[in-house]
C-alpha cells in the first residue's frame, strides 16, 4: 500500500519512456499526469470540503446542516456545483469587462500551482524544486493580484472597499508567514520539500519552533480571508467584497480557488511543522491526508470561535505583534543553533 | 531545467482550467440580459458618483512597508539556508542588517503610517 502511487507513477514513466518518447516529452507528460492527478484530488477534496464545514457549522451551532439530498445530504455541494453551471453570467455595463473577466480565471492559477511543491507522500512530490519553500511563497502571494483586480474592475463600491482591503491585509499577513517559515528553514538548512520532511525524521518542527506554527496559523488564516479575518468579504458590511458582482461559474471559481488555497496551505503547514507525510503504520499518503485535514479542521474550528476583527486592529495586531515577534523568532532561533552547535563542540 | 518545464505545465494548465470551466458553462446557462441585471449592485439604489476614486492613503503607506519588508525576507532565505555552515560571523551579520530595518519599522511606527486614520 505504501508504494501504490510511487508505483503506478513508476508504471506509467516506464510505459512513455518504452514508447520511444525523448526523455524531454517523457517529462512533460508525467508532469501532465501529475497535475491531472492533483486537479482530481483538489476538486473531489474541494467538493466534499464545502458539504464537511456546512456540517462542522451546523453541529457546532447545534443545528442539522444539509440532509436533503442523497444519504446525509452527501450530494448536496455536487448538485450546488451543477446548478452554478446552469447559472446566468452577469457582467455588470459599468464593469471594465477584460479586467472582470481575467479576474476569474487568474485567481485559480496560483492555486493550482502551489500544488506542484506538495508532498502528497514519501516521493510523491511532483516537482521537488531546489527552492520548494520560497516557491510556494511567491507562487502563494501572487493571488492578490486577482483579488484586487475583481475589486477594482467591478466598478462597484463593495467591491472596490472589499478589494482594497483585501490587498492590505494579504499583502500585510504575508510578511510574519513568510518569517515564522525562516526558522524552520534556518533548522533544515534547506528550502527543499523533501529535505525538510527528511530533517523532521525525530522530531516535528511544532515541537521544535511552536512559536512559528503559531504564526503561522494566524497568518495563513488571515491570507485565506477566513474568520476571524474575513473582512473583506464580510457579509453583513460589504455583500461579498470584491466578488459582489460576480455570478454563476464566474463566482464558483472564487470560490473553489479559496478552498484550494485552504488545502494548499495546510498542506504546507503539514509538511513544514507536522513532519509531512511521516508516520507509523498507515501508508504515508494516508498521514499526509489525516495531518492535512487536522489542519483544515481547525481553521474551520475557528471561524466560530472567534468573531471578526475590526480593519485598525487587524493592521495594527499585524504590524506592531506579528512582525516584530516573527523577528524576535528568527532571532531566538539562530541563537539557540549557536549555543546547540556550541555545546555540541565542548562535549567532543 | 525540466523542473522548470513541469512548472510550465502547471501555469498554462492552470490558465487553461478556468477557460473551460467558464467555456463549458457558457454552452448550458441561459443569456436572457436586461437593464435591470447590468446595472451595478448597491443593494436596490442607484449608485451615486463615480466609483474609481482617489482612495485612502493609509492603504499605499502599508503597501510602503511591506515593500521594505518583503524585500528583506528575499535576502533572509539564501542566508537562512546557509545558517548552520556559515557560523557565528553571519549570524551577527544578519543582526546588524534585521536591525537595521527594526529601526525602520520604528521610524515608520512613530511618523505614524501604521495607524488607521
Redesign the interface.
Known sequence: MENLFVNISGALRGWFTGMGLPPMAVEAIMALVFLVAILAFVLLNVVYLVYLERKLSAYMQQRLGPNRVGPRGLFQTLLDVLKLFGKEDIIPNAADRWVFRLAAILVMVPAIMAFAVVPFGQGMIAVDLNIGIFYFVAVSSTATIAFLMAGWGSNNKWALLGGMRTVAQMVSYELPMVLSLLGVVMLAGSLRISDIMAAQKTVWFVVLQPVAFLIYLVASTAELNRQPFDLPEGEQELTAGPFTEYSGMRYALFFLAEYTNMIAVSAIAATLFLGGPQGPWLPSWLWFVIKVYVMIGIYMWFRWTFPRIRMDHLLAFNWKFLVPLSLANVLVTGIGLEIYKWFQTIRW | M??Y???G???V???V???V??V???L??????SPE???????GLE?QGP??VQ??I??FM??L??LI??VE?IF??PW??????F??FA?VE??IF?GIL?VG?WYA?KEGA???L
Open positions: 525540466e523542473q518545464l513541469a512548472l505545465i502547471f501555469l494548465v492552470a490558465l482550467f478556468g477557460v470551466v467558464l463549458v458553462a457558457g448550458v446557462r441561459p443569456k436572457k440580459p441585471k447590468l446595472s451595478t449592485y448597491e443593494c449608485t466609483t474609481w482612495f485612502k493609509s492603504y502599508y503597501a512597508v511591506f519588508f518583503d525576507t533572509l532565505y537562512a539556508v546557509q545558517f548552520q555552515k557560523g557565528i549570524f544578519m543582526i534585521i527594526v519599522l511606527w501604521l495607524e488607521w
